[in-house]
């Protein structure tokens, strides 16, 4: 079964550190997630991202954030300048439709951690 | 704003018997529910899915309830086992707004032996 796969699995950086997280979506899926989960919290919504512009953010996805598809088959998440408070676990998402019965498929996440 | 609560961070159920995680939701928008499954060191995977015309779905061993009044449901696992033991996500969305699932915290299920 076709999966959503993140590199790396674990990231380690230091505050004030720029990261590039990477996804390969699912490839017949046109819509991407990206997706947070603080320890021991909810996941939360970060941005969905459709025919190479974003398409939704959340008010946590401020300027720090930024997503790009840099080809036809990579989706990155870019912090520009870590904090402390990034440390979670990333997760990106994919799904073929944008319909509410149209379920995300995630990848198995990237956990960051900022010192 | 929490608007998917799963007020139970963890459930312990003996195997064979029947697991029961709650979740309830604050937007009346909301009118599509989904439920994933998360083991350690993955990502959420989605088990069930239910619609707000509908009050019962049920897909082998799991079935949803939903009860809009209450703006409550239910996601029963009978029999349990001890490869459900894993992190249980309700999920929300709205077809009149965004389809963006809204997430619970979840609650971890241990299906003991």
């Known amino acids: 079964e076709p999966e959503v796969t993140q590199t790396p699995s674990h990231q380690v950086t230091q505050m004030g550190q720029e990261v590039i997280l990477r996804c390969v979506p699912i490839?017949?899926?046109?819509?991407f997630y990206w997706y947070r989960q603080i320890l021991g919290q909810k996941v939360e919504f970060l941005v969905s991202?459709?025919?190479?512009?974003?398409?939704?953010k959340s008010e946590i996805f401020d300027d720090q954030f930024s997503v790009e598809r840099p080809d036809g088959s990579n989706f990155t998440l870019k912090i520009r300048s870590t904090k402390l408070e990034d440390s979670a676990m990333y997760f990106c998402?994919?799904?073929?439709?944008?319909?509410?019965?149209?379920?995300?498929?995630f990848g198995n996440g990237t956990r960051l951690t900022v010192t | 704003d929490q608007q998917v609560k799963q007020n139970s961070p963890s459930l312990s159920v003996q195997e064979g018997r029947i697991s029961i995680l709650n979740c309830d939701y604050t937007?009346?928008?909301?009118?599509?529910f989904l439920w994933y499954k998360k083991y350690p060191a993955e990502g959420p995977t989605f088990l069930i899915s239910?619609?707000?015309?509908?009050d019962k779905n049920e897909d082998g061993r799991f079935t949803v309830f939903l009860n809009k009044s209450a703006k409550h449901l239910s996601l029963h696992i009978v029999p349990s086992q001890p490869g459900d033991s894993a992190v249980y996500f309700c999920?929300?969305?709205?077809?009149?707004?965004?389809?963006?699932?809204?997430f619970g915290r979840g609650t971890s299920l241990i299906v003991h032996p």
């Open positions: 998402a994919s799904s073929e439709l944008r319909l509410s019965n149209s379920p995300l498929h």
């Open positions: 490839s017949n899926h046109l819509y």
């Open positions: 991202f459709y025919n190479n512009e974003i398409s939704e």
């Open positions: 937007n009346s928008m909301f009118d599509y």
């Open positions: 239910i619609s707000s015309i509908k």
């Open positions: 999920a929300a969305t709205s077809s009149g707004g965004s389809y963006i699932p809204t």
